[in-house]
């Protein structure tokens, strides 16, 4: 399973990206976005998401 973005909820800001691990984050236009095929969900690198504690508009959620 991987993490997504919600589009809507995203500013842009970029701190999701500085803290990816996997480097599966990227800026797409104004947004970014989760690469799932590189998205570990921090697995064996931290209890929790990284991007998702990053997120200062919590626009990141478990994919469905």
Do not use: F, N
């Not at 970029?14 to 969900?41: F, N, Q, Y």
Request: charged share 20%.
């Amino acid at each position: 399973m991987a993490m997504t973005i919600l589009a809507d909820d995203c500013t842009g800001c970029g701190a999701c990206e500085a803290e990816c691990p996997s480097h599966a984050i990227r800026m797409k236009g104004a947004v970014c976005v989760i690469d799932p095929k590189k998205c570990t969900e921090c697995a064996g690198v931290a209890d929790a998401p990284q991007c998702d504690a990053a997120c200062p508009s919590g626009a990141i959620a478990k994919a469905a």
